[in-house]
């Protein structure tokens, strides 16, 4: 069963800091990847998609892509309050339905 | 430009009634996804559908949901004899020519 695995957190830090999000997949036939936001009551968000190894650079968000470890990873540089929320990663192969994982919550502090 | 629309935003029901959920995906989206989100859950697709396509059912709990897309476009997602179980959120989603999805606001469905 493809399945993709997270820390549930909570993953506090500090305003200012560096929150570091992580995830592992099962599927190694996984092509694209995905970091979305989630705030509570909200839908997710689509913050992040990268679909070849190494790191991608949006803002304060870089994505991180190992796929021979299976691993994705989130960086959020300055971490604001308003990035609390809950973070979910997302694998597929090209163009099928999202395999999610169950996501990790950050708490920013002020 | 205009995102994915689900309606409605909540529906209650009593448990053995029938619903329909509808999303209105990104205009010139050609593939749409439903998912839906328990208390405490994952996300769990549903069912999928590219272009003229066979939609793709393999996530469907039971043969009580079902799902059509007309015209290439909208889509109704029915789940008859509800159940406590089917309480969740449900979700919709589009994708164009890459292969990001984008979520509607859901339908936040409650089965008493």
């Known amino acids: ?3 993709v695995e997270q820390n549930s957190g909570p993953l506090s830090v500090p305003e200012g800091a560096i929150a570091s999000l992580n995830c592992t997949y099962s599927d190694r036939g996984s092509q694209s990847f995905f970091w979305y936001r989630q705030y509570s009551g909200k839908s997710p968000e689509l913050i992040m998609s990268i ?3 190494g ?3 949006d803002g304060r968000f870089t994505a991180q892509l190992n796929k021979a470890s299976q691993y994705v990873s989130l960086l959020i540089r300055d971490s604001q309050p308003s990035d609390s929320a809950t973070y979910l990663c997302a694998v597929n192969q090209a163009g099928t339905a999202l395999i999610f994982g169950k996501g990790t919550t950050l708490s920013v502090s002020s | 430009g205009a995102g994915v629309s689900q309606s409605p935003s ?3 029901t009593e448990k053995g009634k029938d619903v329909e ?5 990104i205009s010139g989206h050609t593939a749409l996804y439903w998912y839906r989100q328990s208390l405490g859950q994952g996300l769990e697709f549903l069912i999928y559908f590219q272009g003229n396509s066979a939609p ?6 039971s043969d ?3 799902a059509e897309r007309t015209g290439g ?3 109704t997602l029915t789940i008859q004899r509800t159940q406590q179980e089917d309480s969740a959120v449900y979700l919709c989603a589009s994708s164009g020519s890459g292969y990001e999805q984008y979520f509607g606001p859901g339908t936040r469905l409650t089965v008493t």
């Open chain 2, 21 to 25: 959920l509808r999303c209105d995906p």
């Open chain 2, 56 to 61: 793709d059912k393999s996530g469907l709990p």
């Open chain 1, 55 to 57: 790191d991608k650079e």
């Open chain 1, 1 to 3: 069963q493809k399945e």
């Open chain 1, 51 to 53: 679909y070849s190894n």
């Open chain 2, 10 to 12: 909540n529906k209650v």
């Open chain 2, 64 to 66: 009580r949901f079902s």
């Open chain 2, 73 to 75: 476009s909208v889509s």
